[in-house]
């Protein structure tokens, strides 16, 4: 990912507009502007610091010198994750285990495909008199009773 794609995606994440940014960042609108739109390839280090900061990420993070987020910059960018964090330290060492446990299973869930739900359909056949849908006889096992739907059917024809 390039700079411009990570301060992007970073900004929309924290569900930031550029003005928004900005402000925060203390760098002008224009700037950001230009960032995003692959403008600007570099910045001057305070700068970089600067927005690092407000977008929750390292500086290396931001530059391409680490490909993916470290465990901090996560926790300061996610707020979720955050909160997480924060229950997770107030278990039990047993619930933790729990924890631990339950997040493995789900990722052994995620790496395997899903299989295709089988679906059950009742046997349909048409009724001699009626021209109608109704349940087969082999799994009704009742005989089929003439109704006044038939008789009013055999008079009209």
Known sequence: MSLEEKVKDLREKKGMNQKQLAEASGITQATISRIESGGVKELK????????????????????????????????????????????????????????DFVS??????????????????RVRRSKWLGRPHRSRSLDRRPYSRTKEVKKERKRA
Do not use: C, H, W
């Open 45 to 100: 280090s305070e700068a970089l610091k600067r927005l690092a900061e407000v977008l929750g990420v390292t500086v290396d993070y931001l530059v391409d010198k680490t490909e993916e987020l470290t465990p901090n910059d996560i926790i300061r960018s996610d707020s979720t994750a955050r909160d997480m964090l924060d229950g997770y330290m107030k278990l039990t060492p047993e619930r933790k285990a729990q924890v631990i």
């Open 105 to 122: 299973f789900l990722e052994k869930r995620e790496e395997r495909p899903r299989r295709a739900r089988r679906r059950r359909f009742v």
